[in-house]
């Protein structure tokens, strides 16, 4: 099947710093592609949907300024998490469609720590 | 906004009985509904996904059913092993997968040997 990568794995970062996560498509090209947020025994919340030439869609409560997305290639998404609080201490995890079919292809996710 | 209801949240079963979770969604536009199962620290893995125009799919021990003119669907696990515990997710999403899910709330199954 199709697969996606995350980098880094894991981060962890002191308060007031940016983190930038990396999300790709590794065999095929992903014009769209979803950064989700979990935090510990809580389902996945959509975050913002990352669209490969235009800006970002987020949901409703996402602040666009302190979780930035630029979708720079068809194949690359990252978002970056700036000023991090410990509050955003979370399991970020990206996904894209696949062309041709109905499945959502998973990151592995990046667990942030922020200290 | 759709939104997915998911029950129970948690789940005990002894090996080799069945398991069933029910979700039901809000919006009437949802044509997609995928079931994950997630492990501790893993991303969530699509074990088995119905569209709209079906009322029922079965892979091996594991089916979906869908009622749409109730907006419920659930997920049977028949012949429990050990290796099915974990969280499972519903979800919904229109355009066929393509879109953006709605998650439920997940449910945390646990196999008792």
């Known amino acids: 099947g199709a697969v996606v990568s995350q980098h880094p794995s894991w981060v962890i970062c002191k308060s007031g710093t940016s983190v930038k996560i990396e999300c790709r498509s590794l065999d095929f090209q992903a014009t769209t592609m979803f950064w989700y947020r979990q935090f510990p025994k809580q389902s996945l919340m959509l975050m913002a949907t990352s669209n490969e030439g235009s800006k970002a869609t987020y949901e409703q409560g996402v602040e666009k300024d302190k979780f930035l997305i630029n979708h720079a290639s068809l194949t690359l998404s990252t978002l970056t998490v700036t000023s991090a609080h410990p509050e955003d201490s979370s399991f970020y995890i990206c996904s894209a469609p696949t062309p041709l079919s109905n499945e959502q292809y998973f990151g592995p996710g990046t667990r942030l720590t922020v200290t | 906004g759709e939104n997915v209801e998911q029950h129970p949240s948690t789940l005990s079963v002894q090996e080799g009985d069945s398991a069933v979770i029910k979700c039901t969604y809000s919006?009437?536009?949802?044509?997609?509904f995928p079931w994950y199962k997630q492990e501790l620290g893993k991303r969530p893995q699509l074990i088995i996904d119905?569209?709209?125009?079906?009322g029922e799919k079965k892979d091996q021990r594991i089916a979906v059913t869908l009622n749409k003119t109730a907006k419920h669907f659930s997920l049977h696990i028949t012949e429990t092993q050990p290796e099915d515990s974990a969280v499972y997710f519903c979800a919904a999403t229109f355009n066929f997968g393509n879109e953006k899910l709605t998650f439920g709330t997940g449910t945390r199954l646990t196999i008792i040997p």
């Open positions: 919006d009437s536009a949802s044509n997609y």
């Open positions: 119905i569209r709209s125009n079906v």
